[in-house]
């Protein structure tokens, strides 16, 4: 790490799971507003590959946090209340995940006379508890309004990056990406 860069670079576990995090979401959103929308059983049959990438999202954020609770972050020359803000705005984010894979386990009950989806082709789905007078459908709903506020999340998590890298030109997102240390872009100089 220079400590000339007022940026410096988080640490590469932390980055490779940030963009594992970006790749499996993106799967995702692609599984659940392409065929899982389709006609007839296209749901059904696309709810177990729905549900193993959830699955894996769960397991990407919990060893993200997990690494993210002895990885120090970077530092940088920001203040205290912007530090702060940034923290809540990402804490929220992973809230959110987390509560839209919750509430989608929640709302799956398998209709009947049908097996029970199969996680990554093999393992059958726990079915979930009831939770007081909510039922799977109640939580079918919330997750999918939950759904729509995450995207919004993200849609300002890459606004404020691409604003940093475009228009503050301030070196933020050299500290998520994989280039050379000291090299900087052109947009940069």
Do not use: C
């Not at 020359?77 to 923290?87: G, M, Q």
């Not at 989608?104 to 079915?127: E, H, I, K, S, T």
């Not at 070196?171 to 947009?187: D, K, L, T």
């Amino acid at each position: 790490m220079n400590k000339n860069d007022p940026h410096p670079r988080w640490a590469l576990g932390v980055r490779l799971l940030h963009w594992l995090t970006v790749l499996v979401l993106a799967f995702q959103v692609i599984v659940a507003f392409g065929p899982m929308k389709g006609p007839g059983m296209s749901t059904m049959n696309w709810l177990p590959v729905h549900m193993s990438v959830g699955v894996t999202i769960l397991a990407v954020i919990v060893l993200r946090l997990g690494w993210r609770a002895f990885t120090k972050a970077p530092a940088q020359p920001y203040s205290r209340s912007w530090h702060r803000a940034r923290t809540v705005f990402h804490m929220s984010i992973y809230a959110l995940i987390l509560a839209v894979l919750i509430t989608g386990w929640l709302g799956y009950r398998p209709m009947p006379f049908m097996p029970p989806a199969r996680l990554f082709g093999d393992l059958p789905v726990p079915l979930a508890p009831s939770v007081g007078p909510l039922s799977a459908r109640a939580f079918a709903f919330i997750h999918a309004k939950l759904v729509w506020i995450l995207l919004g999340l993200i849609g300002i998590h890459v606004a404020a990056a691409l604003v940093h890298l475009a228009w503050f030109r301030d070196g933020v997102m050299r500290g998520m990406s994989f280039g050379r240390a000291g090299a900087r872009s052109a947009s940069e100089q």
